[in-house]
């Protein structure tokens, strides 16, 4: 499965931002996703999880209450709604994808086998 995310950009602290992750070459119902970012000079981290059917999602500390993310088997598409931003959230945000269901797992990276290319987030405080 090819993934393209979209939907990063410029914006102040406070606003919101919708991100879009499309996937191609595959049934995004079989897999499960997430979101994970990288700022510059940082190592890659978890943001968000979402299991194959959307009943289970899972959030790191720093986005929980106001990071959403949900899914549209239908369509293929992923999507993380950004709100309250701040300058920290500032990074390359990822989409991937996994083929394990295993909930405990949904943070770890190395659980992911396909990744989109990234879209800048830049957050001005």
């Known amino acids: 499965v090819q993934l393209q995310a979209s939907g990063g950009g410029l914006v102040q602290a406070g606003d919101s931002l919708r991100l879009s992750c499309a996937a191609s070459g595959g049934t995004l119902s079989n897999y499960g996703m997430a979101w994970f970012r990288q700022a510059l000079g940082k190592e890659r981290e978890f943001v968000a999880a979402?299991?194959?059917?959307?009943?289970?999602?899972d959030f790191a500390d720093s986005v929980k209450g106001r990071f959403t993310i949900s899914r549209n088997n239908a369509k293929d598409t992923m999507l993380l709604q950004m709100n309250n931003l701040k300058s920290e959230d500032t990074a390359v945000y990822y989409c991937?994808?996994?083929?394990?269901?295993?909930?405990?797992?949904?943070?770890?990276?190395?659980?992911?086998?396909?990744w989109g290319q990234g879209t800048q987030v830049t957050v001005s405080s």
């Open positions: 979402i299991s194959w059917g959307g009943r289970f999602t």
């Open positions: 991937a994808a996994r083929t394990s269901s295993t909930i405990s797992t949904m943070r770890r990276l190395t659980e992911y086998r396909y």
